[in-house]
């Protein structure tokens, strides 16, 4: 838990109190490499602190299978149109490596509001930085060339290429396997 604590103090800090509430409703889980950690149909009621691996977010469309998004360690992931909304998700979160993650409640934690209001205030950073990635994604795929989002996500993410299959990066950035690797010829 010391390592979701340090990030915790990174975004918002916390009172001893709650993170003491914090602690009681989250717990360590690990899942090996590929396997899914949400389905599919599943309806969100978790969040999830990536503690050590990474993970990818993805669904298919017309059978073709999609990367919306990877996290790696110190990140927090969670389905939030599923979580706030009841719903199932049509995505899926994968662990990418071998990964452990602190799994919190969300119902458990949205409890602990009233008692704990840096706990919402914590959150709702948490998810305000989620909804702005999610918008500069967009504005990406909107505006830039595929060299340029790929310019982008390796600046973001160095090791991307040693950690995640070419097949999701090449999905990550809307484009072919074949133009993934044109684009990694170009010097």
């Given at each position: 838990m010391q390592k979701l604590f340090?990030?915790?103090?990174?975004?918002?800090?916390?009172?001893?109190?709650?993170?003491?509430?914090?602690?009681?409703?989250?717990?360590?889980?690990?899942?090996?490499?590929?396997?899914?950690?949400?389905?599919?149909?599943?309806?969100?009621?978790?969040?999830?602190?990536?503690?050590?691996?990474?993970?990818?977010?993805?669904?298919?469309?017309?059978?073709?299978?999609?990367?919306?998004?990877?996290?790696?360690?110190?990140?927090?992931?969670?389905?939030?149109?599923?979580?706030f909304t009841g719903k199932p998700s049509r995505k899926a979160i994968q662990a990418i490596e071998d990964t452990t993650l602190i799994a919190i409640d969300a119902d458990k934690m949205f409890g602990q509001f009233d008692t704990h209001p840096d706990l919402e205030r914590l959150f709702r950073k948490i998810i305000e930085t989620s909804y702005v990635h999610t918008v500069n994604r967009i504005e990406s795929l909107q505006f830039n060339t595929a060299e340029e989002r790929y310019k982008a996500l390796l600046k973001a993410a160095p090791d991307v290429l040693k950690r995640i299959p070419l097949k999701y990066v090449a999905s990550y950035l809307g484009i072919t396997q074949v133009s993934l690797s044109r684009i990694r010829g170009i010097k």
């Open positions: 340090s990030q915790i103090e990174t975004i918002h800090p916390i009172s001893p109190a709650a993170a003491k509430a914090l602690s009681l409703i989250g717990k360590e889980v690990s899942f090996s490499k590929g396997r899914n950690i949400q389905e599919i149909g599943h309806t969100c009621k978790t969040l999830y602190f990536v503690k050590k691996g990474v993970v990818r977010i993805y669904y298919f469309k017309e059978a073709i299978d999609i990367t919306e998004s990877f996290e790696f360690e110190n990140a927090f992931v969670a389905r939030a149109e599923s979580l």
